[in-house]
């Protein structure tokens, strides 16, 4: 099971360097505390991050929801950038929820400091939790009987295939309407290849990291 685990992880990570044309890399902690050195909040123990147009995992971090987390980050980076309205909504939409609510308590707790949701960095990071929890569960399947399986499948087909003659053979970011939802994101974060500028995910200044907070970290603090 470990093992089938470890290739649904693989075969996730590929599809979306491939459909988001960003690569990815495992890396030890020696050479992600010393890449992120200069960075304005440099590496400590997170166990991903995505670095100036690149996601990084850590061995132990190299798991199917902080895969899918890091490569939200490029796809909110650039619908930030060229579709701010969609991305506000859903934002909106996303914080009106109970589960909204509890991603920036998380945040807020883990950065230890008030957080300003409308803040860029912190909004993409909350957006980022959501697409990847929503991913997450269209890849291990929440349905509960054949029948509805088979509906959803269907419906995700006509969806994919409407895209596909609007857009081509990818999705442009900029096009998408505000009525698209957050879990039509998500289906296609892991299943669309998005047409995106790579220059709106280049960051200098920070590191976007999958953060972790351990129980055992936070009885110290």
């Known amino acids: ?56 995992f850590t061995q132990e971090g190299f798991n199917l929801e902080n895969v899918l987390h890091e490569y939200a980050h490029p796809l909110l980076d650039c619908l930030y950038a060229q579709n701010a309205p969609l991305f ?50 269209g890849v291990e399947g929440q349905s509960t009987t054949k029948e509805y399986k ?24 900029e096009k998408l309407s505000t009525k698209t939802t957050l879990k039509e994101l998500a289906d296609m974060l892991r299943s669309e290849k998005f047409d995106i500028n790579t220059d709106l995910i280049t960051h200098d200044t920070y590191v976007e990291f999958a953060r972790a907070v351990k129980e055992e970290k936070e009885s110290f603090d």
């Open 1 to 56: 099971n470990k093992s089938m685990g470890e290739n649904v992880v693989y075969e996730m990570a590929n599809m979306l360097a491939q459909n988001f044309n960003v690569d990815f890399r495992i890396v030890t902690a020696d050479e992600a505390r010393e890449m992120t050195s200069k960075a304005e909040v440099p590496w400590n123990g997170e166990p991903a991050f995505f670095f100036n147009g690149k996601a990084y």
């Open 88 to 137: 506000n909504k859903l934002l909106s939409d996303f914080l009106s929820t109970e589960e909204g609510v509890q991603v920036l308590n998380d945040v807020t707790k883990e950065y230890k400091q008030d957080i300003d949701p409308t803040n860029p960095r912190f909004a993409k990071e909350i957006m980022a939790r959501a697409l990847a929890t929503e991913s997450k569960k």
């Open 150 to 173: 088979g509906f959803l499948e269907r419906l995700l087909f006509n969806i994919k295939q409407l895209l596909r003659k609007v857009f081509g053979t990818s999705v442009k970011v």
